[in-house]
């Protein structure tokens, strides 16, 4: 451990200065990692004096679950510009990558906490993190409905044969394709005719198994079947991403399937 400035006990490597020649290394890629703050700050300014003190022990009460880099305006102009850092202290905070919040000015302590509460991961994401069962179940008792926990635990019953549990635990969650794609599929997978389709997408042949299930829409009467056909390709759909090539061609033969 080592003392910041006005003697706040800091855990070595989570309160440190970034310069121009250190931000992408040490701020950008290490937010990949956990989230980084970035305080922009300078020798000559009263309020950043005020608030870099609350920021550092902030941090620091989080055991290093956030880091914190000090940026010198004066020093790193380069930073400082691509930030388009006008008035200090500026604060930021990176996650994977990307500036997600940021304020400006002094703030008291209570706002500060609230700031780095939104971007510290919560239990439930840490357990989600980890992928195991008991992780899984401890993070959905935690937050009922996390598509992220219900989604990979509920594929892991199904594995188990425990069909019924894991419709259970998918009807919980609202608003995910995933989630809905998987219960439609399990609603459909004792259909004989539709094996070879869910076969073909388990062994990675994701557009003969969504060209399967598409082709069997315009044939099926049943509306409630017709919608489980259609929840099941938006789930693969919603998996590969929109730019993919097949879910690009797949989105237009789903649309001339339903109408």
Not at 51 to 75: F, N, Q, S, W, Y
Not at 220 to 247: C, I, K, N, W
């Given at each position: 451990?080592s003392?910041?400035?006005?003697?706040?006990?800091?855990?070595?490597?989570?309160?440190f200065d970034a310069?121009?020649?250190?931000?992408?290394?040490?701020?950008?890629?290490?937010?990949?990692?956990l989230?980084v703050?970035?305080?922009?700050?300078?020798?000559?300014?009263?309020?950043?004096?005020?608030?870099?003190?609350?920021?550092?022990?902030?941090?620091t009460?989080?055991d290093?679950?956030?880091a914190?880099?000090?940026?010198?305006?004066?020093?790193?102009?380069?930073?400082?510009?691509?930030?388009?850092?006008?008035?200090i202290?500026?604060?930021k905070?990176?996650?994977?990558?990307?500036?997600?919040?940021?304020?400006?000015?002094?703030?008291?302590?209570?706002?500060?906490?609230?700031?780095?509460?939104?971007?510290?991961?919560?239990?439930?994401?840490?357990?989600?993190?980890?992928?195991?069962?008991a992780?899984?179940?401890?993070?959905?008792?935690?937050?009922?409905?996390?598509?992220?926990?219900?989604?990979?635990?509920?594929?892991l019953?199904?594995?188990?044969?425990?069909?019924?549990?894991a419709?259970?635990?998918?009807?919980?969650?609202?608003?995910s394709?995933?989630?809905?794609?998987?219960?439609?599929?399990?609603?459909?997978?004792?259909?004989?005719?539709?094996?070879?389709a869910?076969?073909?997408?388990?062994?990675?042949?994701?557009?003969?198994?969504?060209?399967?299930?598409i082709g069997a829409?315009?044939?099926?009467?049943?509306p409630?079947?017709?919608?489980?056909?259609?929840?099941?390709?938006?789930?693969?759909l919603?998996?590969?991403?929109?730019?993919h090539?097949v879910?690009?061609?797949s989105?237009?033969?789903?649309?001339?399937a339903?109408?």
């Amino acid at each position: 451990r080592s003392l910041a400035a006005g003697g706040v006990d800091i855990l070595d490597g989570v309160i440190f200065d970034a310069t121009d020649a250190t931000f992408q290394a040490d701020v950008v890629e290490r937010s990949r990692e956990l989230p980084v703050v970035v305080d922009f700050w300078a020798a000559w300014c009263g309020p950043c004096r005020q608030l870099t003190p609350i920021l550092e022990k902030a941090v620091t009460k989080r055991d290093g679950k956030v880091a914190l880099a000090k940026v010198d305006t004066d020093a790193n102009p380069r930073v400082s510009a691509d930030h388009r850092i006008q008035s200090i202290p500026s604060v930021k905070a990176y996650r994977d990558g990307n500036v997600v919040a940021e304020f400006m000015g002094a703030q008291p302590g209570p706002q500060v906490e609230r700031f780095l509460d939104a971007l510290v991961p919560s239990e439930a994401e840490e357990l989600v993190k980890s992928g195991g069962e008991a992780d899984l179940r401890r993070a959905l008792e935690l937050e009922p409905g996390r598509a992220d926990a219900a989604v990979p635990l509920a594929r892991l019953l199904a594995a188990r044969g425990e069909r019924e549990e894991a419709l259970e635990l998918l009807s919980n969650v609202t608003g995910s394709f995933a989630a809905d794609g998987l219960a439609a599929r399990l609603r459909l997978e004792g259909e004989p005719e539709l094996a070879d389709a869910f076969s073909a997408l388990d062994q990675g042949e994701v557009e003969r198994g969504l060209e399967s299930l598409i082709g069997a829409i315009p044939s099926t009467q049943d509306p409630d079947r017709r919608d489980d056909l259609r929840r099941s390709v938006v789930g693969v759909l919603d998996e590969l991403g929109v730019e993919h090539p097949v879910a690009r061609e797949s989105r237009r033969k789903l649309a001339a399937a339903l109408y």
